[in-house]
C-alpha cells in the first residue's frame, strides 16, 4: 500500500552532531535555555538514557547502566540536525527508585518539577514506560503534572525487542488504553520506531528540519 500523507516520517534525519552541554543536581545550577528543550522522564532504569543515545545514534553519549538510579542529575545535550536544526535533549532523574533514601527522593521530586514547570524553553515531554510493565500511577501522575502545567507529553513504551513479535501490538494497545497520551513503540536495541518518534518529537517541539528555508503553505 502506498503511504498517505498521514504516514509520511522525516525519515533519515540526520544527527550532524551530539554534544554534552551541561549537568545540574539543582535547578539553580543550569545555564539559562538557549534553544528549545525536549525532556526525557521516566522511572528508574526504564531506558530514558539508552533511548537518547539511540535517537541520536550515538551509543555512549549518555551514560547507561543496569544499575537503576544511574543517572542522578539533569543532563543537557545539544543536537544538531542537517538542514541547520538545532536543539537540546535533557536526560532527567528516574524516579520511583526504592532504595533511595526520603530525603533524596524528595530532592530529586523537586528537582525534576522545578525542571518541567518553571523551564521557559521546554517545548516537550517523552513520558518512557517499558512496553511490558506499561503505565504505573507514577507515570500517570507525571503525564497529569505535565498537563497542569501545560507542558506536551508523548508517551514511548520501550523495550519492545523483549517481546515476541507476536505479542508486541497488543502490548502496546493495553499501554495506549491505559494512558491519556498518544502512544509510541520503541526500541533502543534495534532502533524500531526511530523514524516515527522523531516524525513527532519534531513536530511537537515545532521543530524545523530546514529553519531558514520558507515554510510551503
Ligand atoms: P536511570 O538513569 O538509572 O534512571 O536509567 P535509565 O532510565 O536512563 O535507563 P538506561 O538507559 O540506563 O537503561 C537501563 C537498562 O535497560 C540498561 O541495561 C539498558 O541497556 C537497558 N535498555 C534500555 N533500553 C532498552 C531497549 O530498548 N531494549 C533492551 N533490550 N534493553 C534496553
Ligand atoms: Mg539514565
Known amino acids: 500500500m502506498a503511504p498517505g500523507p498521514r504516514c509520511r516520517y522525516n525519515v533519515g534525519v540526520q544527527i550532524l552532531d551530539a554534544t554534552f552541554v551541561a549537568g545540574a ?10 534553544f528549545a528543550e525536549i525532556a526525557f522522564a521516566g522511572r528508574s532504569n526504564v531506558g530514558k538514557s539508552s533511548l537518547i543515545n539511540s ?11 543496569g544499575t537503576p538510579g544511574c543517572t542522578r542529575a539533569i543532563n543537557i545535550f ?5 538542514g541547520g536544526a538545532e536543539f537540546d535533549l535533557v536526560d532527567l532523574p528516574g524516579y520511583g527508585f526504592a532504595k533511595r533514601s526520603k530525603g533524596e527522593k524528595r530532592g530529586w521530586g523537586v528537582l525534576i518539577e522545578d525542571f518541567l514547570s518553571q523551564r521557559p ?18 507515570d500517570l501522575q507525571l503525564l497529569e503534572f505535565l498537563d497542569h502545567v501545560g507542558v506536551r507529553a508523548l508517551l514511548v513504551a520501550t523495550k519492545l ?3 515476541p513479535a507476536s505479542q508486541r501490538k497488543l502490548a502496546l ?14 526500541s533502543s536495541e534495534t532502533g524500531d520506531g526511530r523514524d516515527r518518534l522523531w516524525d513527532a518529537l519534531l513536530r511537537e517541539a515545532a ?7 520558507a515554510v510551503p503553505a
Open 161 to 163: 525487542d523483549k517481546l
Open 25 to 34: 543536581t539543582n535547578y539553580a545550577q543550569l545555564p539559562a535555555p538557549a
Open 207 to 213: 521543530i524545523q528540519l530546514s529553519p531558514t528555508e
Open 121 to 138: 524553553g521546554l517545548r516537550a515531554v517523552v513520558v518512557i514506560v517499558d512496553v511490558r510493565r506499561g503505565v504505573e500511577d507514577e
Open 173 to 186: 494497545k493495553a499501554v495506549q488504553a491505559a494512558a491519556p497520551a498518544r502512544v509510541f513503540g520503541y
Open 78 to 82: 545539544r543536537i544538531s540536525l542537517g
Open 55 to 65: 535517537l541520536v545514534e550515538r551509543k555512549k553519549l549518555v551514560r547507561t547502566s
